[in-house]
């Protein structure tokens, strides 16, 4: 059982006793089975990323997050195993205290480093998996969870408290930490998006609409990722015609490309940020160990690439590939702006240099 103490923090409930010292209920598996639950949940989103997780550093620390789980879960498992033999509460209350601390204080250096990787790979219209780029993923993931478990080490408070949770039972507590950068991003993510979309709210239901159209009669891949597929593809753009592909109806209503990206956005992201908000706004206590998981990872993931895209966008229109498994924002851009609107002598230009990268990985 959790309960809110102050913003950012909380207590979690290890035993509940009555006032003769009667043990009325041992909360030690509780948190066993919510880690056993979040490392189900990584799992179902690691089959959605596995493609191109190893591809950024969000990715790699992503998996960092996996193992850590399973050591976690390991520690109470011990505890629990052995816990005739240990002081059970005070060894829960350490563990719990100090992977609520480190979790707390990841997600702020991911979420900079995640953006300064993006920047420097969003030239690329394939993203690069170089063994020298995986070793500086790996070096910085080191890096932020050496910092975040030296600064938990220092400044976390592991001591058993006890309080009187109502008038026949006291409880022996311990003080754990929530992520208040998981819960302000999530927030924030969603007053942005639904801002961005009420601004444009008139035009939704044909975007939506236009989306199942132009769904419906794309058959060719809009990111290869090979040479031979950049050959075939200048093949396959001169058999399209503008008229094929695009209509003046269409095009004097399409979405300008920022709302079409979040559209891509919310589609794939709502049900997640409302679970999240939700479960602020009704004053949940959700310590940092559960909220920084999987789930928020490739959600971050997937803001980051779709602000890479549509920065890049002028240069590489659909032809930027990133490492997201989740959004589709090559579909996306060509709900915006079609083949139609990219010139010919852009495209040619942009496969030739596309081509010339990827000679140059061979």
């Known amino acids: 059982m959790l309960l809110h103490h ?17 043990c009325t209920h041992n909360e030690t598996l509780q948190y066993l089975f919510l880690m ?21 550093f969000l990715g790699i620390f992503s998996i960092s997050i996996y193992l850590a789980d399973l050591v976690l879960i390991g520690c109470i498992s011990w505890i629990w195993w052995f816990r005739e033999n240990l002081d059970i509460h005070k060894s829960m209350c350490f563990t719990l205290a100090h992977s609520s601390s480190v979790y707390s204080m990841l997600p702020l250096p991911v979420l900079l480093v995640g953006t300064l990787d993006y920047a420097y790979v969003r030239h690329m219209a394939v993203s690069q998996n170089s063994p020298s780029r995986t070793a500086s993923h790996c070096m910085a993931v080191v890096l932020v ?18 309080i009187q949770y109502n008038e026949e039972i006291n409880a022996l507590v311990c003080p754990v930490h929530g992520s208040a ?14 801002a961005v979309l009420l601004l444009h709210c008139r035009g939704i239901s044909h975007w939506v609409r236009l989306v199942n159209k132009v769904n419906s009669r794309k058959s060719w891949p809009f990111t290869p990722r090979s040479d031979i597929a950049f050959s075939n593809m200048a093949e396959k753009l001169k058999e399209r015609t503008a008229g094929e592909l695009c209509t003046d109806d269409d095009q004097q ?4 490309l920022l709302v079409s990206l979040t559209l891509c956005f919310v589609f794939n992201w709502t049900p997640y940020l409302i ?5 602020d706004l009704l004053g949940f206590a959700v310590p940092a160990y559960a909220t920084v998981n999987l789930l928020w990872m490739a959600c971050a993931n ?17 032809f930027c590939k990133l490492p997201d498994d989740i959004c589709a924002w090559s579909f996306y851009w060509h709900l915006s702006k079609e083949d139609c609107q990219w010139s010919t002598s ?8 596309c081509s010339e990268r990827l000679l140059h990985q061979v």
């Open 6 to 22: 102050s913003t950012g923090s909380m207590i979690a409930v290890l035993k509940e006793m009555e006032e003769n010292g009667t």
């Open 36 to 56: 056993l639950s979040k490392v189900a949940l990584n799992t179902l989103v690691l089959s959605f990323w596995l493609r191109s997780i190893t591809r950024s």
């Open 145 to 162: 969870w050496t910092l975040a478990c030296f600064y938990s080490l220092w400044y976390t408070n592991s001591e058993l408290l006890t």
């Open 181 to 194: 950068v998981v819960s302000y991003f999530n927030f924030s993510l969603s007053i942005v998006a639904s």
């Open 253 to 256: 209503s399409r979405p300008p």
């Open 275 to 279: 679970m999240s908000v939700a479960c």
């Open 302 to 318: 997937s803001l980051i690439a779709g602000l890479a895209f549509w920065y890049s966008s002028d240069e590489l229109g659909p």
């Open 346 to 353: 852009k495209k040619h230009t942009r496969l030739s240099i």
